[in-house]
């Protein structure tokens, strides 16, 4: 598992630069990705008009991104109330000290 998660670690600390324009092309300002151990916590800031399932399909069509989706869905497994193919899923905030 371990070396597993190295190799994620070491694709994204030298992330293609095609995949760091598409995602900022798409609506996304910032990214980061946390980890612990096997998990994986991602936070974005958006413009306001950023729509995921739009950028999702834009994504799609983008040769290079299926590449780097296909390489990293390797490392990635969906939460057993997921799709197979459905990686990223949306949380609910349930605490904000400052709303």
């Given at each position: 598992?371990?070396?597993?998660?190295?190799?994620?670690?070491?694709?994204?600390?030298?992330?293609?630069?095609?995949?760091a324009?598409?995602?900022?092309?798409?609506?996304?300002?910032?990214?980061?990705?946390?980890?612990?151990e096997?998990?994986?916590?991602?936070?974005?800031?958006?413009?306001?008009?950023?729509?995921?399932?739009?950028?999702?399909?834009?994504?799609?069509?983008?040769?290079?991104?299926?590449?780097?989706?296909?390489?990293?869905?390797?490392?990635?497994?969906?939460?057993?109330?997921?799709?197979a193919?459905?990686?990223?899923?949306?949380?609910?905030?349930?605490?904000?000290?400052?709303?």
């Amino acid at each position: 598992m371990w070396k597993k998660i190295k190799q994620y670690q070491h694709f994204h600390q030298n992330i293609w630069p095609e995949i760091a324009t598409n995602i900022k092309q798409r609506g996304v300002l910032d990214m980061q990705i946390w980890q612990i151990e096997s998990r994986l916590f991602m936070i974005m800031d958006t413009r306001d008009d950023y729509d995921p399932a739009v950028a999702n399909e834009i994504a799609l069509s983008e040769p290079k991104n299926v590449e780097w989706e296909t390489l990293m869905s390797q490392f990635q497994q969906s939460l057993p109330s997921s799709a197979a193919d459905e990686k990223w899923v949306e949380m609910t905030k349930i605490f904000d000290l400052n709303p």
